[in-house]
């Protein structure tokens, strides 16, 4: 199995996430780990040891976390899991949120892994994504991880972000491409529920064009590939041996424990969410409550549908006999979308950019 940390607090909130977060205010303190490890705590006893293969911090922002918190917190999960079989430790950093003494202190507990939110190297485009840090910020983070022994880094970026073009999207990677990290996530924008950027986009203020996501989606494609990233997922591209391991996990329908708010789990065919709501959660998990809603059983139909979409994102793709029949395969193969290798379906390049609908129609 594999672990998944939940840290909500934001200092600035991005106003294009659709993750659960909320700036720390008071709750960014002892209760908040305390709760934490008694959730850890519980749901070990109610599952037998567990061992899990790696561990992930995400948010929100992990390291708004002090020090302390966070020494208290990694090294307290060793008492409710069997942390010995742990190939991979991940947290989500924003630049400006730790300094050097921090960075050394995180990889001295554990981590080995930084996946690092930079989303672009332009002022203008940080200051239509609200984020807080300026390239300068950005690059200095990056190489503060390098001193504290990081040898494993993952660089976020978005595109297809209004106003930006193909010249500016070529100066993002080519300034992330000369840090040399070992991986990068190249997310393209999407309008999520509940955000601020859907609202401007449906006032009109923000647009979408889907021949600007394909041109910029393909051109980082080009790009990093001939620098010698694989592109491994459709969002995911790494250096050889450097994929994500836990994410990587989530595609090939591992199981997954997430602890804290908003985090999801899955296990043993069941799938539920942890409380949103971070006040509730630690209320509820000081007072040994389940913290645990909308539980579902997910019967093996559910699983084979998830696995299918979500294989059909990697470079491995899908295994042939897990297809229904009828499908529209035999067109989606006519149409240059999907190819057959070895009993396995894969998107070509052409298909690459078309991975959700795609999916949708195989399933």
Known sequence: MH?????PFCHHICPYCGFYKHKPGRLANRAFVDALLAEARKRGEESGPLAPRT??????????????????LMRGLGDHFDLSQVREWTLEANPATFDLEKARLLRALGADRISLGIQSFQPDILSTLGRDHSPDDAIRAYHTLREAGFENISIDLMFSIPGQDTALWQADLEQAVALAPEHF??????????????????????????????DLFYQAIDFLEARGYTHYEISNYARPGRESRHNRAYWTGADYLGLGPGAVSTMAGQRWKTLPDTAA?????????????????LSDADRRT??????????????????PSPDPLASLIEEGLVEEQRGFLRL????????????????
């Open 3 to 7: 672990l998944y940390l939940h840290i």
């Open 55 to 72: 561990v992930y911090f995400g948010g929100g922002t992990p390291t708004l976390l002090g020090p302390a918190l966070l020494e208290r």
């Open 185 to 214: 996530s190249a997310y393209n924008l999407t309008y999520e529920e509940d955000t601020e950027f859907l609202t401007r986009h449906q006032s009109g203020e923000l647009d979408a064009s889907e021949d600007r996501d394909a």
């Open 281 to 297: 959660y630690v209320r509820a998990a000081a007072a040994g409550l389940d913290t645990r809603t909308d539980i579902e059983i």
């Open 306 to 323: 998830e696995a299918i979409a979500l294989r059909l994102r990697t470079r491995e793709g899908v295994p042939r006999e897990w297809l």
């Open 348 to 363: 070509t390049r052409a298909g690459k950019a078309l991975a959700d609908p795609i999916a949708g129609e195989l399933v």
